[in-house]
């Protein structure tokens, strides 16, 4: 039950990932369904494993996942206006805008 894709060899990289870490995790979400729709497991396995992802997937769609929170309000750019340079005015040392000195 839940199977959706053929089922990889063992030695397969992302099989090996997921039955690992659902031995370390057994409540991980991701390795649960991944396991259940390459159908890694027995038929009796998977078939706890499904009830157990169809619940979850259930009280989330009901409302009973996590609280989604309102995006975050964005920062508008401050705008720096410039001062008015007099076309005169004469720069001195550092100041000087495109003079080197050879």
Known sequence: PGQKFPT????????????TLLR?????????EWCLA????SHKRSEKLFA???????????GGGAASS???KKKKAKIVKEEAVD????????????????
């Open 70 to 72: 309102p995006a975050p």
């Open 38 to 41: 390459y159908g890694v497991f």
């Open 24 to 32: 370390q995790r057994p409540t991980s979400q991701m390795a649960q």
């Open 87 to 102: 076309p005169d005015m004469q720069m001195a040392g550092a100041e000087r805008v495109g003079s080197a000195v050879l």
């Open 8 to 19: 990889p060899t063992p030695g397969f990289g992302d099989r090996v990932f997921y039955e």
């Open 52 to 62: 157990i992802v169809a619940e979850r997937k259930k009280n989330q769609r009901v």
